[in-house]
């Protein structure tokens, strides 16, 4: 892999992790675009995974720290029954799912749905169900996140496992169904998302085949790495702004064309 392809690749997966249009769905369209072997990207992956998860924890950097004080409290018995406390709590529940079909089907769902045409197929099922979210949202009352809505949001998050659908997307949607506004439940997702990404990154790291692939590519995995954390910290801000005035239905628009694309030429 060239320092071209690592930028193009890290700033790609800056802005799909981020923006609800798939970041493994469009990572498969570059690499096959590219010409680059799926397989021998798998450390790669994963880095600009991680770059992304960085630009969370800068972003969040107050909140990340609250929960990070909240979670040791609870660990020692020592709860002030704040509400980071309680977000800690909704994230553990929301994780559960993705932890689950992560270690039973994560390799059954990458075999599967990999390939060009799944994606294609992933994206339009996932611009629908933003058209879903939306007209719910818009007759219901606005609440917060509680123990149920972070199940669901934590079972759609799992969901999204599969390439092409987003996970930011899923899950905001799941939130916005939920009867949250849109950007709460952007922000919940945007942390929700933190022991996902870092998860994948250990259990990827695990595999004994990741040292070869990385020390051959360790220029190309760092400079993707850097890219994607800070195009990853502006698509945040963006979308974040961008949610308080606007809805997911452009978002929509682009998958239903990128994945009738992909999928039919």
Same mark, same amino acid.
């Given at each position: 892999?060239?320092?071209?392809?690592?930028?193009?690749?890290?700033?790609?997966?800056?802005?799909?992790?981020? /923006?609800?249009?798939?970041?493994?769905?469009?990572l498969v369209l570059a690499e096959s675009v590219l010409g680059l072997r799926? $397989?021998?990207?798998?450390?790669?992956?994963?880095?600009?995974?991680?770059?992304?998860?960085?630009?969370?924890?800068?972003?969040?950097?107050?909140?990340?720290? $609250?929960?990070?004080?909240? &979670?040791? @409290?609870?660990?020692?018995?020592?709860?002030?029954?704040?509400?980071?406390?309680?977000?800690?709590?909704?994230?553990?529940?929301?994780?559960?799912?993705?932890?689950?079909?992560? /270690? &039973?089907?994560?390799?059954?769902?990458?075999?599967?749905?990999?390939?060009?045409?799944?994606?294609?197929?992933?994206? *339009?099922?996932?611009?629908?169900?933003?058209?879903?979210?939306?007209?719910?949202?818009?007759?219901?009352?606005?609440?917060?996140?509680? &123990?149920?809505?972070?199940?669901?949001?934590?079972?759609?998050?799992?969901?999204?496992?599969?390439?092409?659908?987003? @996970?930011?997307?899923?899950?905001?949607?799941?939130?916005?169904?939920?009867?949250?506004?849109?950007?709460?439940?952007?922000?919940?997702?945007?942390?929700?998302?933190?022991?996902?990404?870092?998860?994948?990154?250990?259990?990827?790291? *695990?595999?004994?085949?990741?040292?070869?692939?990385?020390?051959?590519?360790?220029? =190309?995995?760092?400079?993707?790495?850097?890219?994607?954390?800070?195009?990853?910290? &502006?698509?945040?801000?963006?979308?974040?702004?961008?949610?308080?005035?606007?809805?997911?239905?452009?978002?929509?628009?682009?998958?239903?064309?990128?994945? =009738?694309?992909?999928?039919?030429?």
């Amino acid at each position: 892999m060239t320092i071209l392809n690592s930028i193009i690749l890290g700033a790609l997966q800056g802005i799909t992790e981020f /923006l609800p249009i798939s970041s493994s769905g469009h990572l498969v369209l570059a690499e096959s675009v590219l010409g680059l072997r799926v $397989e021998a990207l798998k450390s790669f992956d994963v880095a600009v995974h991680l770059g992304t998860l960085v630009s969370i924890f800068v972003y969040f950097w107050e909140d990340v720290c $609250e929960m990070i004080k909240a &979670f040791f @409290r609870i660990v020692f018995l020592r709860m002030k029954k704040d509400s980071h406390e309680k977000l800690v709590g909704f994230i553990v529940i929301g994780t559960i799912p993705a932890v689950i079909a992560g /270690l &039973f089907l994560g390799d059954e769902i990458d075999e599967i749905f990999r390939g060009v045409e799944m994606v294609g197929v992933s994206m *339009m099922c996932t611009a629908i169900l933003f058209l879903i979210a939306e007209y719910v949202n818009k007759k219901s009352a606005k609440s917060g996140v509680n &123990f149920i809505k972070s199940l669901v949001i934590g079972i759609f998050q799992a969901v999204a496992l599969i390439p092409g659908v987003s @996970r930011s997307g899923s899950t905001i949607s799941a939130g916005l169904i939920g009867k949250m506004e849109r950007a709460d439940a952007a922000k919940f997702s945007f942390l929700l998302g933190i022991p996902a990404i870092a998860g994948a990154g250990v259990l990827t790291f *695990m595999d004994s085949s990741i040292d070869t692939v990385g020390l051959a590519a360790s220029s =190309s995995v760092a400079v993707g790495f850097l890219v994607s954390a800070i195009v990853g910290f &502006f698509s945040i801000y963006f979308l974040m702004k961008f949610l308080k005035k606007y809805s997911l239905k452009i978002f929509s628009l682009y998958l239903l064309i990128v994945g =009738s694309i992909v999928y039919f030429i």
